[in-house]
């Protein structure tokens, strides 16, 4: 449906190591629903930083290097501003758990400290917000396991075990996709279209709820 997300803000988290096609695929779908699209990681005090892609041919890696520059940090974004807010694929949740400073040792009380992880952890918190992760991307929210409890997943078999351990219920959809309720998730970045599309139903069906409580709420009133 042409302009559905006319005035709505859709934040994609990325890092050094996203999947190129994946990015541009977010970037050209949810604006041609009239989105504004932020893409948000970490600028560690500057204005703008470049991340790099370096897999998207596999067989040929070098052969195939994408830039991008973000201009946004977590630090300046509230996830409550977003209707959608999708993790990157590949290494993305894996490089946005990083504790800082980087290259510290920390030590395990500081888990849950890292910016993305508090701002994610922030949005599963809302039930309002649809949230995404294919492929890694569960990987976020491992160090507040208790989010992550209890839902219904699917992801990579490189993190399932992750996942698993953590609470996840992992579903082997035939579809390569699973909602449950707020939460939409896909085994990888091959399956960005049916992803897409259970996001965006994610999104209508939380939207005629919210309608519908309203609606309810109007009525109570004049009883």
């Not at 709505?8 to 990015?23: F, G, N, P, R």
């Not at 492929?135 to 160090?143: D, K, M, N, S, Y």
């Not at 999104?203 to 519908?212: C, D, F, P, S």
Request: proline letters at 5%.
């Amino acid at each position: 449906m042409e302009n559905e997300l006319a005035g709505k803000k859709v934040a994609v988290l990325v890092e050094t190591e996203y999947i190129h096609d994946e990015i541009t695929f977010y970037e050209k779908y949810f604006t041609s629903l009239g989105a504004q699209v932020d893409f948000i990681t970490y600028l560690f005090g500057k204005p703008e930083r470049t991340i790099i892609c370096d897999i998207t041919d596999t067989e040929n890696p070098a052969e195939h290097i994408h830039t991008m520059k973000v201009y946004k940090d977590f630090d300046e974004c509230n996830p409550n501003d977003y209707s959608i807010i999708l993790v990157g694929a590949n290494y993305v949740a894996c490089r946005l758990r990083e504790i800082m400073p980087m290259g510290s040792l920390s030590n395990v009380d500081k888990l849950r400290t890292p910016p993305a992880v508090r701002f994610f952890a922030s949005a599963m918190m809302n039930p309002n917000i649809v949230k995404g992760a294919l492929c890694h991307g569960l990987w976020l929210l491992t160090p507040v396991p208790e989010l992550l409890k209890g839902r219904r997943v699917i992801c990579h078999t490189v993190v399932l075990a992750d996942i698993y351990n953590a609470g996840g219920v992992y579903v082997p959809d035939p579809s390569h996709v699973v909602v449950d309720e707020d939460l939409v998730t896909a085994r990888s970045a091959q399956d960005l279209e049916i992803y897409a599309e259970n996001i965006m139903k994610t999104y209508r069906n939380l939207i005629e709820k919210k309608e519908t409580i309203w609606n309810i709420q109007k009525k109570l009133q004049f009883i």
